[in-house]
């Protein structure tokens, strides 16, 4: 596809259980990012990865949530034991890394958690 | 600390009437500001990267400008289809991820 995809659109939990959240970042993008956007907020940093790796999860707000990108494409971010204070809206973004450069993170349509 | 404030929080504008946005910033070492719009249920979609001081750039009937401590996102003559949030955003040396503000929520009408 030519955005960034994101699935489900809406997931809705009960508090404890395990959840899964997918994102198909742009063909070729070899950065990718995880960020958690509460109501009338801006988008909060969690996790980014560079190929397989990530490179930074400072934002990850504890051991709850993990996330992996096994192939370097198609990323989880997984939340173990939800609880009701991670109802929010899951947003995945991809760039075009290369080297010192900045680049543009383009966004997919998010996943809306609700975790009753 | 890294941080962005924007304001105002809402704005109300007739279609027509030309305005600005602000977002005020502290960061350790700019390495791009970027602003995006947000309508309602959907992703941030890009708008513009400014990268230093005196940069500005277009398109259509937004401007963005940047200096040392701020941006605004200028609006000329706006239509009802302006009408969205705009969140803004910066990016430090040595890290990718971005930090943003809580946005401006625009209404423009008839």
């Known amino acids: 596809g030519a955005g960034v995809s994101q699935t489900p659109s809406n997931k809705v939990t009960e508090k404890g259980k395990y959840v899964e959240l997918r994102c198909d970042p742009i063909?070729?993008?070899?950065?990718l990012y995880w960020y958690r956007q509460s109501l009338g907020q801006g988008p909060e940093f969690l996790i980014y990865f560079q190929g397989t790796g990530a490179a930074d999860d400072s934002g990850l707000p504890n051991d709850r949530f993990f996330a992996v990108r096994p192939e370097g494409s198609v990323s989880t971010l997984k939340i173990q034991r939800t609880e009701r204070g991670d109802s929010a809206v899951y947003l995945c973004a991809s760039s075009l890394r290369e080297g010192a450069r900045v680049n543009e993170q383009f966004f997919g349509p998010g996943t809306r958690l609700t975790v009753l | 600390e890294d941080q962005v404030t924007q304001s105002p929080e809402a704005l109300r504008l007739q279609e027509g009437e030309s305005s600005s946005l602000n977002c005020s910033y502290t960061v350790s070492g700019l390495r791009g500001l970027f602003w995006y719009r947000q309508d309602p249920g959907k992703g941030p979609e890009f708008l513009f990267t400014?990268?230093?001081a005196g940069e500005e750039k277009e398109k259509e009937r937004l401007k963005a400008t940047l200096t040392k401590k701020e941006s605004f996102l200028h609006i000329t003559a706006p239509k009802p289809e302006d009408s969205a949030t705009y969140l803004c955003?910066?990016?430090?040396?040595?890290?990718?991820?971005?930090?943003f503000g809580t946005g401006t929520r625009l209404q423009v009408f008839p």
């Open positions: 400014l990268y230093s």
């Open positions: 063909s070729g993008h070899t950065a």
């Open positions: 955003a910066v990016q430090a040396y040595n890290t990718d991820k971005l930090i």
